[in-house]
């Protein structure tokens, strides 16, 4: 199990995805976030061995197709502690198949959505009972705002 106390700047986010564009958008918008990412990875062998070599991946953003492919890619990433954000690409009528605490992403899907799931997993920002706390700041100031949404 990795630990807790590291600070956000040197947890990053892996990024594995066969679809370069994907791939692309999801690194884009992590940078932009100012999130350090790892990847990204196009099969799931590149992206196993950064997993389980770099303990400084916190989070994980992985397509369905690649742990279609290669189911140790979710073993090692539940071994290790780090939180999965799936991207569905196809998803079935019914939902997909995974481990309860696997968070799922349906394409298509906006970037900030991954920006927004990283940024509260590298922050342990997660409440007791599991849902996600964005806190919000007034534009062009540090100031939080009074509220937080909960999803």
Known sequence: MRTQDQ???VRRVLVADPDAFVAGYV???LEDRGLPVAGPFVDAEQALVALTTDPAIRAAVIS???TAAAPELLDAAERAGVPVLLLL?????????????????????AGYQVADWASAVLRDEATED????LHLQLAGTDAPMDEAIQL
């Open 7 to 9: 600070d956000i700047h």
């Open 27 to 29: 690194v884009a918008t």
């Open 64 to 66: 369905q197709v690649l």
């Open 89 to 109: 690409a196809n998803p079935a009528p019914g939902g997909a198949q995974t481990a309860a605490d696997t968070a799922v992403l349906a394409k298509p899907f």
């Open 130 to 133: 599991g849902a996600t706390v």
